[in-house]
């Protein structure tokens, strides 16, 4: 079991990037499946992608082309590099290993 905690989530206007971090309290390396899903208001949570150990990338067909995922196993690390943002965007993002998830860091996007 790791504890993952997400930051970089912020106010951005639409057509703008962010980068948000998730950061293992633990070693990712032998972890094969991570990924980002997010929950807008009102809504059910919903995958955004994933990346497998070997940098495999999966993605929401809502974000591909826009968001892209890395890892950093010698740091614990996962990234969501998020670029032309719509406000359709804004939501909670959570990372997870599919056993363990974050608390999660708020997008908005908006003018």
């Known amino acids: 079991q790791v504890r993952l905690v997400e930051s970089g989530g912020g106010l951005v206007q639409p057509g703008g990037s962010l980068r948000l971090s998730c950061a293992a309290s633990g070693s990712i390396e032998s972890i094969n499946v991570m990924g980002w899903y997010r929950q807008a208001p009102g809504k059910q949570r919903e995958p955004v992608g994933l990346i497998t150990s070997d940098g495999s990338t999966n993605y929401a067909s809502s974000v591909k082309g826009r968001f892209v995922i890395s890892r950093d196993n010698a740091k614990n690390m996962m990234y969501l590099e998020m670029d032309f943002l719509k406000p359709e965007d804004t939501a909670v993002y959570f990372c997870?290993?599919?056993?363990?998830w974050g608390q999660g860091t708020q997008v908005t996007v908006s003018h």
């Open positions: 997870t290993t599919v056993k363990d």
